[in-house]
């Protein structure tokens, strides 16, 4: 076993409701090795600045155990976030000869970086920069983002709560458009840069009975103006209350955004600052063409900030992830990502395992084609029996055959692993 004394661990990039769990994770299970934690304040960014905080000094598990377990089930970043892009290893070693020294400078023996997908190109340019420079730091990722995009983890920490949040603001929003009896379309739009696994999420409103959204429009998936007006006219004929769902990464076949964005901002990473807007654009574009009450709703940062509409399996399983980051940093690992990989469904069971950084960084994780519905509109069955557990807040996600609630505790495989085939690459199941 390494023998670590002290480790740096930041937060990177959009907030959510498991992120600070992950950070809980790694805390209590530092302190079981004695080994103090350091916090970057707002990311590598914070970091680079000189603004650090004793996490083991706020945080002891032993004199303040509430305090710790507040932080898990606590929204937000606790440590402030940051998107911060580096630059590459190769044409810049300067900046990093200044993330070397700082790290020496505070007798640093790891780092772990809570973050989604350009959280992971940060980890992934410090461990080349390290490896080719022969310097000893170990650094890991822990998987976060709501988006549901990363690639080398069955799903990450913040998206089974921001679907159950979804799934339940849609049943609710859809009996109150119904209460008048008259027709009417309630567009509802999450976000879902490129990959539409928050739309998706939506489609769990059936699971109550409830017959909404009628159609959900997602990122993989040309948008077609006529084709939307066609669909919606056929439902009409059924019904008088109709609900669309729309991620904000929804493009038309040429790839453009479906508002104008000659004046959009862009963020370090490229990608743009402000999305938003596919709700509103769609309820203008019907009124255009049905006469009835329609309205335009954007469900914004609630969806990675509802802790009242918290996963119980997904604050679980970021807290278990950020444990195992610890871990692997004592077996003696780096360049690497704690991901989770899924062993069955029914009854749901993971395991943990190491996947190398350089594999999944600035990869996208889209919703596979297997489960959108022919026409585009809707989802299949597969990305239901997906998504089910992860909203759970049974004790392990899922039930077992006899209804029981079956506790299923991963370990972590040192070993790195590799997706074995192409399906399993894209949904780790």
Same mark, same amino acid.
């Given at each position: 076993?390494?023998?670590?004394?002290? $480790?740096?661990?930041?937060?990177?990039?959009?907030?959510?409701?498991?992120?600070?769990?992950?950070?809980?994770? =790694?805390?209590?299970?530092?302190?079981?090795?004695?080994?103090?934690?350091?916090?970057?304040?707002?990311?590598?960014?914070?970091?680079?600045?000189?603004?650090? $905080?004793?996490?083991?000094?706020?945080?002891?598990?032993?004199?303040?155990?509430?305090?710790?377990?507040?932080?898990?089930?606590?929204?937000?970043?606790?440590?402030?976030?940051?998107?911060?892009?580096?630059?590459?290893?190769?044409?810049?070693?300067?900046?990093?000869?200044?993330?070397?020294?700082?790290?020496?400078?505070?007798? =640093?023996?790891?780092?772990?970086?809570?973050?989604?997908?350009?959280?992971?190109?940060?980890?992934?340019?410090?461990?080349?920069?390290?490896?080719?420079?022969?310097?000893?730091?170990?650094?890991?990722?822990?998987?976060?983002?709501?988006?549901?995009?990363?690639?080398?983890?069955?799903?990450?920490?913040?998206?089974?709560?921001?679907?159950?949040? =979804?799934?339940?603001? $849609?049943?609710?929003?859809?009996?109150?458009?119904?209460?008048?009896?008259?027709?009417?379309?309630?567009?509802?739009?999450?976000?879902?840069?490129?990959?539409?696994?928050?739309?998706?999420?939506?489609?769990?409103?059936?699971?109550?009975?409830?017959?909404?959204?009628?159609?959900?429009?997602?990122?993989?998936?040309?948008?077609?103006?006529?084709?939307?007006?066609?669909?919606?006219?056929?439902?009409?004929?059924?019904?008088?209350?109709?609900?669309?769902?729309?991620?904000?990464?929804?493009?038309?076949?040429?790839?453009?955004?479906?508002?104008?964005?000659?004046?959009?901002?862009?963020?370090?990473?490229?990608?743009?600052?402000?999305?938003?807007?596919?709700?509103?654009?769609?309820?203008?574009?019907?009124?255009?063409?049905?006469?009835?009450?329609?309205?335009?709703?954007?469900?914004?940062?609630?969806?990675?900030?509802?802790?009242?509409?918290?996963?119980?399996?997904?604050?679980?399983?970021?807290?278990?992830?950020?444990?195992?980051?610890?871990?692997?940093?004592?077996?003696?690992?780096?360049?690497?990502?704690?991901?989770?990989?899924?062993?069955?469904?029914?009854?749901?069971?993971?395991?943990?395992?190491?996947?190398?950084?350089?594999?999944?960084?600035?990869?996208?994780?889209?919703?596979?084609?297997?489960? =959108?519905?022919?026409?585009?509109?809707?989802?299949?069955?597969? $990305?239901?029996?997906?998504?089910?557990?992860?909203?759970?807040?049974?004790?392990?996600?899922?039930?077992?055959?006899?209804?029981?609630?079956?506790?299923?505790?991963?370990?972590?495989?040192?070993?790195?692993?590799?997706?074995?085939?192409?399906?399993?690459?894209?949904?780790?199941?």
């Amino acid at each position: 076993m390494r023998t670590i004394q002290k $480790v740096l661990v930041g937060q990177s990039g959009g907030p959510t409701v498991a992120i600070n769990s992950s950070l809980a994770g =790694i805390i209590n299970q530092a302190h079981k090795h004695d080994i103090e934690v350091i916090g970057m304040c707002n990311g590598i960014e914070g970091f680079l600045e000189g603004h650090t $905080v004793n996490l083991s000094d706020i945080f002891h598990p032993t004199r303040n155990k509430q305090s710790v377990e507040l932080l898990a089930q606590t929204p937000s970043s606790f440590l402030g976030s940051c998107r911060y892009k580096l630059p590459d290893p190769t044409q810049d070693k300067n900046f990093y000869q200044q993330i070397a020294s700082r790290l020496t400078s505070l007798a =640093i023996d790891g780092v772990l970086y809570i973050g989604g997908n350009d959280s992971m190109d940060t980890v992934d340019k410090i461990s080349r920069y390290f490896a080719e420079n022969l310097i000893d730091i170990p650094t890991i990722g822990i998987p976060k983002t709501i988006d549901n995009d990363l690639e080398g983890t069955d799903h990450t920490p913040g998206f089974g709560s921001a679907a159950r949040y =979804i799934a339940t603001a $849609v049943q609710e929003l859809a009996r109150d458009a119904e209460v008048y009896g008259k027709p009417s379309i309630t567009i509802i739009e999450t976000m879902g840069r490129d990959a539409g696994w928050l739309g998706a999420a939506s489609a769990l409103a059936h699971e109550k009975n409830e017959q909404a959204p009628d159609i959900i429009l997602l990122p993989e998936v040309p948008f077609y103006e006529e084709k939307l007006i066609g669909k919606i006219r056929e439902l009409f004929k059924y019904k008088k209350s109709l609900v669309i769902v729309v991620s904000e990464g929804v493009r038309r076949p040429d790839g453009s955004t479906l508002l104008a964005k000659s004046k959009a901002r862009m963020d370090a990473f490229g990608h743009l600052a402000d999305q938003s807007g596919n709700a509103l654009y769609l309820a203008e574009l019907c009124q255009k063409h049905f006469d009835c009450k329609i309205r335009g709703i954007n469900l914004n940062s609630l969806q990675r900030c509802a802790i009242h509409a918290a996963s119980k399996t997904d604050l679980r399983e970021a807290w278990q992830l950020g444990a195992a980051g610890v871990d692997a940093l004592l077996a003696g690992k780096t360049a690497c990502m704690i991901g989770l990989y899924r062993v069955s469904d029914t009854p749901y069971q993971t395991e943990l395992h190491c996947i190398a950084v350089s594999k999944i960084a600035n990869k996208v994780k889209h919703v596979p084609a297997d489960m =959108i519905s022919d026409d585009g509109f809707w989802v299949t069955k597969r $990305v239901l029996t997906y998504l089910r557990p992860l909203i759970s807040n049974g004790a392990s996600g899922a039930q077992s055959e006899e209804g029981e609630l079956s506790v299923f505790i991963p370990k972590l495989n040192l070993q790195e692993t590799v997706p074995r085939d192409e399906d399993q690459r894209q949904i780790g199941v």
